[in-house]
């Protein structure tokens, strides 16, 4: 509850009145009511979920919500949008309370064996620039874990001048973190290209985040399971870890094919191999552009939830020879993870936003990361909003170093670490 104290002042001295101005409380909608009370709660819609905290059930440890107080949510006096505020903000936070120290290895010194470390930021806007600091951190701490980042961009129709603004963030984002990562996901929120399956309100967060969601939550669900050790090889794949810029793709595979609508994703579907990239997802998070021609894939790591694969997988010793065989085809480095457990449909969730049948409480979901030719598009587009937007100061270094990532995604790219094969 934000609160304002005013002093007045008398002929520059303070009289020692103080007035107390206080905003009204938010009240607790009854979700979380219900929750407090231990009974059922009711059924959300986006008009009854105004804030996070609307829909969360989640305990935090108290250190885990860290409150900035330089900048407040949405101000019209101090927007938090240009990216070099953002990076500011952190080297001011840094240097008062060493943020390392205080918000991440309390927690990291408890994990035994730490694989990763994930980022959820937005990219086109300061916290871009925050976070691009924040990277640089870690990397220098943390030298030899992994570090995958979600860039989240927003994806609503905006004026030309804060479109050129957001997408000069994001350009900068994407050079200054990209190459500090083990994995980049750009993330447009929401995408504009979805299926008709899909129940989506796209003026509300609560649905656009859920989309995400299902999405990241399945791709990355390997990486928290036991039997899957190799997760990271994967998306390093043959390039040995330079292609760090991945797409996030997924599909609803529907459990009900006879009653199904007629461009739901369903396993009857599948035609291609085991060995064979998939390239026709329903809904694609990184990018609006869909076509698939003259697509190249690199890498793609798929996650199958819900299924258990149609043939034997090959051991784990026989892994490696199978991957030199596709190099040496001139082939893509495609993995597949299955698992039987579906994505639950919770009473936080939206009920309505994925289809699925009356009474089911999960979903089958099929999710890529893929590292494609559309990525160097991608950066080309970008190397010329950069030499129209960005500063002189910066400009060249920004458009040589967002050349030096688009040759790797250039059809018939070849990586330096191949001679070792």
């Keep these: 509850m934000p609160s304002y104290r005013h002093r007045r002042l008398n002929s520059g001295t303070r009289d020692g009145n103080e007035v107390v101005q206080k905003q009204p409380e938010i009240p607790q909608n009854e979700y979380q009511k219900s929750l407090d009370a231990g009974v059922a709660p009711p059924p959300l819609t986006a008009e009854s979920v105004r804030y ?53 290895r309390p927690f990291a010194e408890e994990c035994d064996q730490l694989r990763a470390l994930q980022i959820f930021t937005g990219s086109d806007d300061a916290w871009g620039g925050f976070a691009a600091r924040y990277v640089d951190r ?51 929120d929401p995408p504009r290209n979805l ?68 461009w739901v994703t369903t396993n009857e579907n599948k035609q291609e191999t085991e060995a064979e990239a998939k390239t026709d997802f329903d809904i694609n998070l990184t990018y609006d552009d869909l076509t698939t021609e003259n697509l190249t894939v690199f890498n793609q790591v798929q996650v199958l939830r819900g299924r258990e694969p149609d043939s034997e997988q090959p051991p784990a010793e026989d892994l490696g020879l ?44 099929h999710a890529a990361l893929s590292t494609t030719t559309r990525i160097g598009d991608k950066l080309k587009e970008l190397q010329t909003i950069a030499g129209r937007t960005i500063g002189v100061d910066e400009r060249e270094a920004l458009i040589n170093g967002l050349g ?15 001679d070792d094969y």
């Design 138 to 188: 870690l990397r220098d701490e943390y030298a030899k874990t992994g570090i995958w980042v979600w860039a989240i961009e927003d994806g609503a129709r905006l004026p030309r001048h804060k479109k050129i603004l957001k997408t000069s963030n994001s350009t900068r984002t994407l050079y200054a973190v990209a190459p500090q990562s083990t994995l980049y996901c750009p993330i447009i």
């Design 52 to 104: 996070w905290s609307d829909f969360n059930r989640v305990f935090y440890h108290p250190r885990s919500i860290v409150q900035l107080n330089e900048y407040e949510l949405n101000s019209s006096l101090m927007p938090f949008e240009d990216w070099g505020v953002g990076e500011e903000l952190f080297g001011d936070l840094d240097k008062e309370h060493d943020l390392l120290d205080r918000d991440v």
């Design 195 to 262: 299926p008709n399956y899909l129940s989506i309100d796209a003026g509300s967060e609560w649905y656009t985040s859920a989309l995400i969601a299902s999405a990241v939550e399945t791709v990355t669900l390997p990486s928290r399971l036991r039997p899957y050790r190799d997760f990271e090889a994967s998306l390093a794949g043959q390039s040995g870890g330079t292609h760090k810029i991945f797409e996030l793709q997924s599909s609803i595979i529907s459990q009900v094919p006879e009653n199904r609508a007629p």
């Design 404 to 418: 030096e990532l688009r040759e790797s995604y250039e059809k018939g790219w070849i990586s330096d670490t191949d």
């Design 322 to 365: 199978i991957r030199k065989q596709r190099l040496f085809d001139s082939q893509p480095m495609v993995e597949r993870y299955y698992t039987t457990l579906r994505f639950p449909i919770l009473d936080s969730y939206p009920r309505d936003l994925l289809p699925r049948s009356n009474g089911e409480t999960a979903v089958e979901i």
